[in-house]
Nanobody, 121 residues
Framework: VQLQASGGGLVQAGGSLRLSCAAS????????MAWYRQSPGEQRELVAR???????DLADSVQARFTISKDNAKKTVYLQMNSLKPEDTAVYYC????????????????WGQGTQVTVSS
């Protein structure tokens, strides 16, 4: 399973970016997809998560500014980021969790390579 993230870049404070992450490979089932971010010297933190059924979790710091959505058929997750702040600057990682490659196999998580988001003040 490979996760390919795109859409990062440099934007001024108050601007918007849309991240996309597409999964490829043979997947029997998965529980959901998520976005994490990591700033230098900080731990990786959950930004947003959306389950197969559509349940959404958003970090408090991005509530009302970020939106997560998905296309199950395309195995793609999106993160719409509005009203960006300098503190949103980080490498954003795509995650697919609860992945089963075949029926009966244990579930695993997979990560994308990360995409840099830089918000200038």
């Amino acid at each position: 399973v490979q996760l390919q993230a795109s859409g990062g870049g440099l934007v001024q404070a108050g601007g918007s970016l849309r991240l996309s992450c597409a999964a490829s490979g043979t997947i029997f089932s998965f529980n959901g997809m998520a976005w994490y971010r990591q700033s230098p010297g900080e731990q990786r933190e959950l930004v947003a998560r959306i389950s197969w059924g559509g349940s959404i979790d958003l970090a408090d710091s991005v509530q009302a500014r970020f939106t997560i959505s998905k296309d199950n058929a395309k195995k793609t997750v999106y993160l719409q980021m509005n009203s960006l702040k300098p503190e949103d600057t980080a490498v954003y990682y795509c995650n697919m969790y609860g992945v089963k490659l075949r029926w009966g196999l244990p579930a695993s998580d997979y990560w994308g390579q990360g995409t840099q988001v830089t918000v200038s003040s």
